[in-house]
Each structure stands twice: as structure tokens, then as C-alpha cells.
């Protein structure tokens, strides 16, 4: 899963650096977060207490994950509206 993360975040930020809008930095910043749950989840069988911290920062990549979906959603009424 961190592998194909990578790739995804590699992409997302490619893309931020063209388009350098408000809601594709929060994709990126929330696919960034995920990636560094999954490299907590790697190292779990360390101390069991990873897997606790990996869950939580997993919890803030989903959360802000939905905030950029409803930027996203917020955006698209914009512009048709316009």
C-alpha cells in the first residue's frame, strides 16, 4: 500500500505544483498523511503502540481526505454556477 501511495502522491504533487490551488494541496497534504500511517503500520510489529499512532494519523489523512472532497464539491457548484 505505502508503494502505491507513493506513486499517487508523486502525481498529486506534480499537479499541485501546475494547477497551485487551495484543494489540491489538501489532497496532497491528506494522501501524504495516509502514506505516513502505512509507514507507522510497517514498523508495528516493533512496539505494538505504532499501531495505535498509525491508526490515529491514518484517522487525520481520512479527515482531511473529506475536506478536500467537499472543497472539491464546493468548487465544482462555483464554477457552474458561473
Same mark, same amino acid.
Given at each position: !500500500? %505505502?508503494?502505491?501511495? =507513493? %506513486?499517487?502522491?508523486?502525481?498529486? =504533487?506534480?499537479?499541485?505544483?501546475?494547477?497551485?490551488?487551495? *484543494? !489540491?494541496?489538501?489532497?496532497?497534504?491528506? %494522501?501524504?498523511? /495516509?502514506?505516513?500511517?502505512?509507514? $507507522? $503500520?510497517? $514498523?508495528?510489529?516493533?512496539? *505494538? /503502540?505504532?499501531?495505535?499512532? !498509525?491508526?490515529? /494519523?491514518?484517522?487525520?489523512? =481520512?479527515?482531511?481526505?473529506? /475536506? !478536500? $472532497?467537499?472543497?472539491?464539491?464546493? =468548487?465544482?457548484?462555483?464554477?457552474?454556477?458561473?
Amino acid at each position: !500500500a %505505502f508503494i502505491l501511495l =507513493y %506513486f499517487i502522491v508523486s502525481r498529486l =504533487y506534480c499537479n499541485c505544483r501546475m494547477t497551485r490551488d487551495l *484543494p !489540491a494541496r489538501w489532497l496532497l497534504v491528506s %494522501f501524504v498523511t /495516509i502514506g505516513l500511517s502505512e509507514l $507507522f $503500520f510497517i $514498523f508495528e510489529r516493533l512496539a *505494538p /503502540i505504532l499501531y495505535v499512532v !498509525a491508526e490515529g /494519523i491514518q484517522l487525520v489523512g =481520512y479527515v482531511s481526505l473529506l /475536506i !478536500a $472532497f467537499l472543497m472539491v464539491l464546493s =468548487y465544482g457548484k462555483k464554477k457552474i454556477k458561473s
